[in-house]
C-alpha cells in the first residue's frame, strides 16, 4: 500500500494512517525476502486465481485439491494460513466476512445500472464497494469509488469499522480528486449496503448533483469489476 500511495500523498502520512512508524516501514523495505515469503507469495498467486475462477466459493480443501491437480504440491495448512492471511474464505462451511449489511428500512433508489457496467466518458458512472484486507497492524476495512470509464481507483479510505464514515470520506476524496460539480451527469452505482443507502451519505450524493443508483446487497458484478480494474483495491491499498 505505502509503495503505490507514497508519491501521491507522502510516506509519513500514510504510515500515520496505519498505524505504522515510518522507521518500521523501512526496515521492512530493506529486509530481504526469505525463501518462505517468496514461496508464499508465489502460492498465493495460485490460491487467488483458484478462488476467483470458483467465484469465491472454493475454501483451502478444495483450493488445495486444484493444487495438487495442477501439480503444486504444499501442505493444506500452507493453504490455510495464506488464506486466513489474505482475507480469503469460500462459501461452503460457515458464513462469509460481511462487508454489506443490508437496511430492510431504508429507501431504495433505482438500479440505474443493470449490471451494464460500461462508460463512454470518464466521471459518467462510478462503483463504490467495500472490502477487508490484512494488514501489519491487523484487519482493515478498506472503502473505495471506481471510474468505470479508467477503471482506476478515484477515492478510498480506511478504517477499523464500517461506520458510514468510511464510504462517505472515500466519496469525498473522489469528488475532491475529480472535481465534480452539479450537472456532471455523474451516476454512483452500490449495493445496498446500509452504508449506502444511509441518509448522510444520499445527501451528500444530492450535494453534488449525483444519482444514486443501487444494486443487490453484495451485488456479484461489482465484485467482478473492482476485481478486474487497474488496480484492484486489495493491490492499490497493500501494494
Same mark, same amino acid.
Given at each position: 500500500?505505502?509503495? @503505490?500511495?507514497?508519491?501521491?500523498?507522502?510516506?509519513?502520512?500514510v504510515c500515520r494512517e496505519l498505524d505504522l512508524s515510518v522507521s518500521a516501514y523501512n526496515a521492512r523495505r530493506r529486509r530481504p525476502k526469505s525463501a518462505r515469503r517468496q514461496r508464499d507469495e508465489q502460492l498465493i498467486e495460485h490460491v487467488h486465481r483458484? @478462488?476467483?475462477? %470458483?467465484?469465491?466459493?472454493?475454501?483451502?480443501?478444495?483450493?488445495?485439491? *486444484?493444487?495438487?491437480?495442477?501439480?503444486?504440491?504444499?501442505?493444506?495448512?500452507?493453504?490455510?494460513?495464506?488464506?486466513?492471511?489474505?482475507?480469503?474464505?469460500?462459501?461452503?462451511?460457515? *458464513?462469509?466476512r460481511r462487508t454489506t449489511i443490508p437496511e430492510p428500512s431504508a429507501p431504495r433508489p433505482p438500479d440505474l445500472v443493470n449490471r451494464r457496467f460500461t462508460a463512454s466518458r470518464p466521471n459518467q458512472l462510478w462503483v463504490a464497494d467495500l472490502t477487508y484486507i490484512r494488514t501489519w497492524s491487523g484487519w482493515a476495512h478498506v472503502a473505495f469509488v471506481l471510474d468505470v470509464y479508467s477503471r482506476m481507483i478515484v477515492g478510498w479510505q480506511l478504517a477499523t469499522h464500517l461506520r458510514t464514515d468510511l464510504p462517505l470520506d472515500a466519496l469525498e476524496m473522489?469528488?475532491?480528486? *475529480?472535481?465534480?460539480?452539479?450537472?456532471s451527469g455523474l451516476?454512483? @452505482? %452500490?449495493?445496498?449496503?446500509? *452504508?449506502?443507502?444511509?441518509?448522510?451519505?444520499?445527501?451528500?450524493?444530492?450535494?453534488?448533483g449525483a444519482?444514486?443508483?443501487?444494486?443487490?446487497?453484495a451485488d456479484s458484478y461489482v465484485k467482478r469489476l473492482s476485481s478486474h480494474c487497474t488496480s484492484s483495491p486489495i493491490e492499490f491499498v497493500c501494494g
Open positions: 500500500m505505502i509503495n @503505490h500511495l507514497r508519491d501521491g500523498f507522502g510516506v509519513e502520512p483458484i @478462488h476467483d475462477a %470458483s467465484g469465491e466459493t472454493y475454501g483451502a480443501r478444495r483450493i488445495h485439491r *486444484q493444487l495438487r491437480r495442477e501439480g503444486i504440491i504444499t501442505a493444506r495448512c500452507t493453504i490455510e494460513r495464506l488464506m486466513r492471511e489474505d482475507g480469503l474464505e469460500g462459501v461452503i462451511r460457515g *458464513q462469509r473522489a469528488l475532491w480528486r *475529480q472535481g465534480i460539480k452539479k450537472g451516476i454512483h @452505482h %452500490s449495493d445496498r449496503g446500509s *452504508q449506502y443507502v444511509s441518509i448522510r451519505y444520499g445527501e451528500r450524493l444530492i450535494e453534488v444519482t444514486a443508483s443501487v444494486g443487490s446487497v
